[in-house]
Each structure stands twice: as C-alpha cells, then as structure tokens.
C-alpha cells in the first residue's frame, strides 16, 4: 500500500538546522510532485513547499523562502526538507504529502515534530 | 494572497446534517479540496475537485463550489465524523503561487 513515512524532527535551537526526510513506498515516486505541510501545536494546516516529479519545479511559502530547501532523490524514494535558520514559529509537525495533478493531497505521512526552543 | 474563510466551528446531533463553508473571492473558478483530521492523526483527503470522493470515503460526503463559497456537506453524521475539516486550492494567480488552506473548522457531534 502506499506509504509516506517522515524522519528527522527533534528539539533544535533558535538560528540551528534540521533535515527531514520522507520515505516514501507503494507507488511509483518519480511520477509524482511531493509538498511539504505543517502544523504548529493546536494550530492550523500550513503549506511549507511543493516540488516536481523531476525536482525542476519549486514552489515556497513566503515564511520558509530563503531559509528552507526542498529536494527529492527519485533513486532512493525520498524527499527532504533542509531547514536553515531555524525559529521558535517554525515549530510544529511536518507532514509529507503526494500530490495528485489537482494539486490536492492523498495520502500524507504521519508527521514528525519540530521542536525550535532555547 | 489568497484567503479562505471557513467557520471555527459547527455543531449538528447524531444522524443530522452538518454543512461546512470555504469562502473565498471567486472560489468556484477554482477546485477545492477538503480534509478530515481526527485528534494525533495525520489529515486525510475526504473530497477532491470540488466534488470527489476517494475510494473508501462513505457517500455521506459531500462537496459544491459555487460563487465565493465551496461547501462540504456531512449527511447523516455521526460520532465518528466528529474532527477538524480544512478546504485547500491551489493559488495560481497570486504571487508567489503556492497552496492554501483555509483555518479549519472544528465539526462537534453532539
């Protein structure tokens, strides 16, 4: 079945760097674009960043430009999220998610947590 | 940006029907998704291009995109619909393009 399985969170401090990764099983990977999404505790869905089937395609949230990177390794079934300059807003669950070509989400991963505290 | 309004919070009784709106500026030009979150799991996709369900989805969802409000609408609930639900379009006509989600809107059974 298809599968989407994050790694990679953990408590780092404000200005630090994390990577996620997402391994992702049950499908083909290469023929899908892949996202990023959060949520910060008790908070809503947050759109962090979408890449193409071919990594050629990027798209960011304004929040994360400039300071977070998104990558794919099509050989290995894998997506990252290389995150740099970390804050304490940038807290949250990180959730994978295979995008369909409507641009919806299904199925998503089951998260794994950010923690950004001093 | 683009903005999608949705209410904090709906209420209905067992067996009743809840209907849950997504406003915004000319959304029926555009195809909405919806999801369903149920307290430390993950969202899953309930409705998709406005009016799709995935395999697996029970027919008592339901979704339209008319106007400046798509709505989701839960027949016959039941406790077990009882979560968070979130529409989401993709913006292409701002800049920077991306996704949006609405605020979420908290589906109690009572």
């Known amino acids: 079945q298809v599968q989407l399985v994050e790694s990679g969170g953990g408590l780092v401090k404000p200005g630090g760097s994390l990577r996620l990764s997402c391994a992702a099983s049950?499908?083909?990977?290469?023929?899908?674009?892949m996202s990023w999404i959060r949520q910060a505790p008790g908070k809503g869905l947050e759109w962090v960043s979408y890449?193409?089937?071919?990594?050629?395609?990027?798209y960011y949230a304004d929040s994360v430009k400039g300071r977070f990177t998104i990558s794919r390794d099509n050989a290995k079934n894998s997506l990252y999220l290389q995150m740099n300059s970390l804050r304490a807003e940038d807290t949250a669950v990180y959730y994978c998610?295979?995008?369909?070509?409507?641009?919806?989400?299904?199925?998503w991963g089951q998260g794994t947590l950010v923690t950004v505290s001093s | 940006s683009y903005v999608l309004t949705q209410p904090p919070s709906v209420s209905v009784a067992p067996g009743q029907t809840a209907r849950i709106t997504c406003g915004g500026n000319?959304?029926?030009?555009?195809?909405v998704h919806w999801y369903q979150q149920k307290p430390g799991q993950a969202p899953v996709l309930v409705v998709y291009?406005?009016?799709d369900r995935p395999s697996g989805i029970p027919e008592r969802f339901s979704g339209s995109n008319s106007g400046n409000t798509a709505t989701l609408t839960i027949s016959r609930v039941e406790a077990g619909d009882e979560a968070d639900y979130y529409c989401q379009v993709w913006d292409s006509s701002s800049d920077p393009r991306g996704v949006v989600f609405g605020g979420g809107t908290k589906l109690t059974v009572l």
């Open positions: 890449i193409s089937s071919s990594g050629s395609t990027i």
């Open positions: 998610a295979r995008v369909h070509w409507g641009n919806w989400f299904d199925p």
């Open positions: 049950g499908f083909t990977f290469s023929d899908y674009y």
């Open positions: 291009d406005d009016s």
């Open positions: 000319n959304i029926g030009s555009k195809s």
